[in-house]
Every structure is written in structure tokens, then in C-alpha cells.
């Protein structure tokens, strides 16, 4: 077991301007591990408090979701305005979206999409997922081939989620940008290169590709953008939109709201999730080149058992005698944090919280659970991918009346 | 009559830092007229000689087109290449294109046009014409609808002139960026931001989308933009491309030539013009916001009188007395120099040159033949238009297989 460290006590001293974390699309960079409500200062967006929360369950008749419960997704934009326009019976939609990479998704990956799905079914709205293979192009050492075929197999993860093939359009760029183009180029005109070089971080030795991108990330955030889903003669400034997505992602849509109302348009409204930590705990972040950092969805049953045992870092003694006398520091503890993302059961989590804070339970027996659960979710996941076949995938990708 | 301006005397003296041509894609600034020469030293093009011009008559069996024995076409890049490359029976296309203006084009905007259609007919290849709304959407106070509409009033005007449908196909950026798209960011990847400011003089206020812009135009240099025209499985590496095009598009071609061996194709290869000079003389540029800067070709014949009449700057005497004393300066006078874009037969030019110059004809004269025959271009161009139906207008800009 590892020494547990004492979170962000880094930050709270020295040099705050020099310590301060780094959170964009592209890198989120925090010691002692990211300051959630540092971050909501910062980027001047709402806490979700338990009335909100409690709202959620009153409209949709149903338990909020256990990420809103437990604070996973915990910072919103004008949430509140598309509750009320939900209640009047007016139109909104659902957007989120993925970079696709190769292989498998990890957890992590999948996140802000069961989180879609339960959004979706509890309120009953179409869906549109991009899939960003330009950008991934553009920021990475891969063909435009590779970003293709990298689409396909993350596309297949998605769909295996159980999304509803009725009300779910996902789309890559490299195919669909004619739809987006005239919204891009809408947005584009009304934004100064300095404005996107400020909200990102771009400078002039960037690819000039890569400050052309932010513009068709923002375009999916307005109706017309999907005419089959709402056809020419809708009033498209009467549609809201709802995205659920990492908090990194939320530069892109600060940028898309700052133009909404002078393109006729309604702001995006966004809910923010945490990051999925590491397996090495919240000092790093996941990495795509270290396969180590992440249990990924088509890793099998010994491969899950081995990483949770060798790399999920442990907020338990340094030793049994240590863990039974002073219990487990849950607020740096990975296994138990997966189980907060993972185990659907509240009474079964609080039991484990006490029994493991409190020393009666050993970071294995934490982490046995943990990977019966993982092993599980794999499996299932990976049932139901199989099931995914280029016909199902083409259809959810393909331009189509919807039903709804 | 005006009295004539010395030519490029300001040019040649004082700070030559400050008083330095302007020749932008959306810019021609130069006092005295613009110095084409320098212009070919700055930009690092060649001059077309007797030599080449023989031996496009040679390879086409054809006397040369009037634009290139008069100087009108006089810089080019690679143009050996390309005749090396069609002697050797291999491959190639021309490309050009327009940014759509409003209501009807003008004698200035069909120059490239006109020699377009003499390389088609002479060489007999491929032509594509890319319209770009996009970038006229980015540049004026116009929205995408009207960008769209001028396109189609624009490319009639192009049709007009007698291309030939089974080889030229025609697309507006709007409709055919799903196309583009692929080498768009293949060459947006390789250019950093810094690389293009300097090729166009961008800054960081200007709108991002204007920056976005220069690779969409360099995409269909490449033949992979056109798989209708050149199937999938064909090499695109040994196709090349030439460009007829004014002279101020050169950036735009220049930065092209610097991907293209990265991108694993050849460099486009670009035959320059001259700028068609408003009526008002060298020294002004032909402006679409003041009307009587230009002859267009929806113009009746009594406007077309009228302006040349009234407008088109003169190089003779400023008297009677004086012009038959002292003859007409030819270098600056207009109607002379529109008779050298638009009389075809080469001895009448020159026995009006020798007249007009000696001070044996006047003014007056010169404008009577150039009046009658703008006022014969403009009534077959109207009735060649006339014919233009829309479902022409569509086949023309449909992807479909061609007759090459």
C-alpha cells in the first residue's frame, strides 16, 4: 500500500498564481489533485445544490441518478432554464460528444454517456453525439484513416450503452461537417482569433487547424445544425440544448454562449462531471499512452483484477495494524471512489464507507468488490457490443426522420 | 480629357519601405499603377516569354490566346512542368474559381474566365471552378443566404461563357465542403497560425473564421478533392494542377506549394494575370461598391456608353491641338488597353495603337470601337446567359462521372 498524501495542500500555499491548476480540453494538470470549487469560481458556473437535485426528481418521477446524488456531476449552466422549459412542454435536446481514440474505451470514457442515457430516458428528448475525428487529427500523430476507423470502434461502445436508436443521432465531422458548416461559419465571423487564442491557449506556433476546430465543436449546440431532427420552418431560436460533458469541455461552450443570442440563438445549457480519476489516484490524470492508468472496457477478467490490485491507489494503512486502528482515507482512495461511480446500491456503498473509514475492512476486501463489479460491467458491456453489429451502427450514424 | 499621370514616378523615389505596393487577396493598393515586375521578384514567380508561349503553340496546335501574346497572362509557376507533364500523355486539371458577388459580373471578373476556357478547349482536361460563399459570408456584410444566392447568379454568368459541360464541374463551398474537408485539415495540420498570418497579413482581431479559410481554398489543388473526377485507386500523386488566376491569389497558392510535397502530391502549378483596370485608370482599383468603376455585363448599351464615355480615363491630349501633336500616352490610357483584353485581331489593335498614339485618331474614336464592341460582348454574353436554365446550372455543379 502506498502512503496516502495530503490533498492539495500545494495549492493552499506559496505562489497561488504559479500553483494554479490547469484544466482545458487537452490538459488537466492539478497537484494534490483538481479543486472542484475552484474551479466553478473560475469558470463562473453553478453548484448543483440539493434542490435542484430534488427538482430533477419531482419533473422526471423518478430517483436522480446516484452521479447526481453523490456529486459527480456537480456544476451546471441555466440547468435550472431548461427544467422550466421542459415543464412548458417546449423543445430541447440532448448533445454531448467524443474524440475518438484507438481500441477500446476506458471507464473514465464512459462517464458523461451512461449519464446521457439516463438524461435521455428520463426526459424523453433526442439526442445527438459528435464524434471529433477532426480534432483528434489535428492534435494527435494519427492518419486521417486511423481517426476513421478509431470512429467505428468507439461509436460500437457507445451504442452498446442501450442508447435508444429512435431518438439518437451520433455523427463523425469528417462525414456530417456540410451540416455543420454554415453554423460553424456563423460562429466563426463573430469571434476574433485573439478571443479563441485567450479562451484556449492556442499561441501562433498551434496548427492553424486547431484554432478552426472550436467553432465546429460549437455548432451541434444549435438546431439547425440537424435538419432532420428539426426540420426547415421550426423556429430553431425556441430550442434549448442540454450538454452533459466533462468539465474540461466547458471553455468551448462558454465560447458558444458568448455568441448564442447574437446568432438568434438560445444558449447551450451545460452539467458538468467530475473527472474519473486515474487508477493512480487524482495527483495524475488518465493517460491514453499509459494503458496502466485505465481499466478499459475490453480488458479481461485477470487483466481488471490485476490492474485494481497493482495500481489503484489505496487510501488504507501502511499496514494492516495501521488500517484497523485509524481506517482507510477515503477522500483519496481509489477503489472506493470507482465504487461511488459504479455501485448503483447506496445502502451497500454507505456500508462500505463506514466499515472501510473506520478499519474494519481491509483495502483487498475493497478491492475484491471492486473488481467483481468491473469484471462485471465488462462483461456485460462486452455482450452487448457484440451485439452492435456495421448495420446498427450505420443506422444510428445515418441521416433519418426521428421519432420524436 | 484628364490630364495623364506620370506612371510610378511616387514608386520610384523616397522611403521605399512605406511607399511600398499592396497586392492582398483582398487588397490592391499601389500608387502609379502596380509594378508587375517587382511584383514577380517579391512573390519569387517566373515571367512567361516568347519562348514558352511558342511552345504552347506547338503542344496546342493552336496560335497562342491573345492574353498571353499581349502580356496580359505574364507570370507563372511551374507552367514548363505541366506542358512536360501533358506532352508525356499524364494527367492534369485546371482550377479556378470566384467569390460571388451580388447581381451581375463584370468585364474584370471574366478575364480568368475567358483564357480558363481557351486552356480547356486547347488542352482539352478536367476543370473544376470552386464559388466561394464561405469566404464572401466571412469578408462582407452578407448572410449565408444571400452568399448562396449570388452563387447561383454567378456561376450562370460562368456557364455563359461556354464551358463544357461533360468537363467542368462547378461547386460552391457550402455544398461540396464534405468533399474539401479531409484536405482541409490535412493541410490545416501543417501550417501554424503564425505561417498564415504572415502569407495574408492577418492579425488577431480579425475573425477566426477568416484565418480558417486560406486551406479551404488550397484543397482542391489536390485531385483527392474531386473522386468523381478521379476515382478512388487512382494515384493521385502524379496528377498535377494548374491554376488560371489573377495575380493577387498567389499567396493563397504559394502557401499550397509549400504543404504539397508533405502531403505527398504535387505542387499546383499557376499562370498569373494582370488586374483588369477600373475605368477610372491605373492608379484606382475596380471597386464593387461603386458602379461606375466597371462596365458589368448586365449593362445596356447606353450605360455602356455612357461609362466609357464619361468614365474610362484617357491618355490623350488634353486638347484636340495638343493630341495631334503630341499623341495619346497609351501606357495609361483605359480604352486602349480594355481594346487589348477584348479585340481579338491583332492587326486592327495595332493600326489603332500606331493611330491613337501618333495622334491620328482621338479619344473620342478609340471609345466609339470599344463602346460598340463591350456592347456586342455584353448582348451575346446576355443571350448566351438567357439560355442558362437552372437545370443546366445543376448539372454543371453536380457530382457526377465526367466525359476525361
Chains 1, 2 share one sequence.
Not at 448533445?95 to 473514465?108: E, V, W
Request: aromatic letters at 12%.
Amino acid at each position: 500500500m502506498t502512503e496516502p498524501t495530503v490533498e492539495n495542500t500545494e495549492n493552499n500555499q506559496g505562489n497561488e498564481e504559479e500553483e494554479e491548476q490547469i484544466v482545458t480540453p487537452w490538459d488537466v494538470n492539478a497537484k494534490g489533485g483538481v479543486d472542484y470549487d475552484k474551479l466553478i469560481n473560475k469558470f463562473g458556473s453553478q453548484q448543483i445544490d440539493q434542490t435542484l437535485i430534488d427538482r430533477f426528481e419531482r419533473i422526471t418521477g423518478k430517483r436522480a441518478h446516484p452521479y447526481l446524488r453523490r456529486g459527480i456531476f456537480f456544476s451546471h449552466r441555466d440547468l435550472k432554464e431548461i427544467l422550466d422549459h421542459h415543464e412548458a412542454g417546449r423543445k430541447w435536446f440532448l448533445y454531448t460528444g467524443r474524440g475518438p481514440s484507438s481500441g477500446s474505451l476506458h471507464f473514465g470514457h464512459l462517464l458523461p454517456f451512461f449519464f446521457t442515457k439516463y438524461l435521455q430516458d428520463a426526459f424523453n428528448v433526442p439526442l445527438v453525439i459528435q464524434m471529433t475525428n477532426d480534432e483528434k487529427f489535428l492534435w494527435k500523430d494519427i492518419t486521417l484513416q486511423q481517426a476513421r476507423e478509431f470512429t467505428i470502434g468507439n461509436v460500437k461502445d457507445i451504442i452498446a450503452l442501450g442508447f435508444d436508436i429512435e431518438k439518437t443521432f451520433i455523427f463523425s465531422n469528417l462525414d456530417y461537417i456540410q451540416y455543420l458548416y454554415p453554423t460553424t461559419l456563423r460562429i466563426s465571423k463573430l469571434l476574433n482569433i485573439n478571443q479563441v487564442k485567450n479562451i484556449f491557449g492556442f499561441t501562433d506556433q498551434d496548427a492553424v487547424g486547431k484554432i478552426s476546430f472550436p467553432p465546429i465543436q460549437a455548432s451541434p449546440c444549435f438546431p439547425e445544425s440537424f435538419p432532420h431532427i428539426f426540420p426547415p420552418g421550426t423556429d430553431y431560436s425556441q430550442i434549448k440544448c442540454l450538454i452533459p460533458c466533462a468539465i474540461d469541455q466547458d471553455p468551448y461552450f462558454r465560447m458558444t454562449r458568448d455568441v448564442a443570442q447574437r446568432l438568434g440563438a438560445q444558449k447551450p445549457a451545460l452539467i458538468h462531471s467530475k473527472f474519473f480519476p486515474a487508477l493512480q489516484g487524482h495527483n495524475t490524470k488518465m493517460s491514453a499512452s499509459d494503458v496502466n492508468s485505465a481499466v478499459y472496457l475490453s480488458d479481461n477478467k485477470d487483466v481488471v483484477a490485476d490492474k485494481i490490485k497493482k495500481y489503484a491507489f489505496s487510501g488504507g494503512g501502511a499496514t494492516k495494524e495501521e488500517q484497523v486502528k485509524f481506517g482507510a482515507n477515503l477522500e483519496v482512495d481509489v477503489s472506493f471512489e470507482y465504487l461511488k461511480y459504479m455501485l448503483d446500491d447506496d445502502q451497500k456503498l454507505e456500508e462500505i464507507r463506514v466499515a472501510y473509514g473506520t478499519g474494519k475492512m481491509m483495502t483487498s476486501d475493497v478491492k475484491k468488490i471492486l473488481i467483481e463489479l468491473m469484471v462485471k460491467i465488462c462483461d456485460q458491456h462486452q455482450a452487448a457490443r457484440a451485439k452492435v453489429t456495421d448495420e446498427i451502427c450505420a443506422t444510428f450514424m445515418s441521416i433519418r426522420k426521428m421519432n420524436i
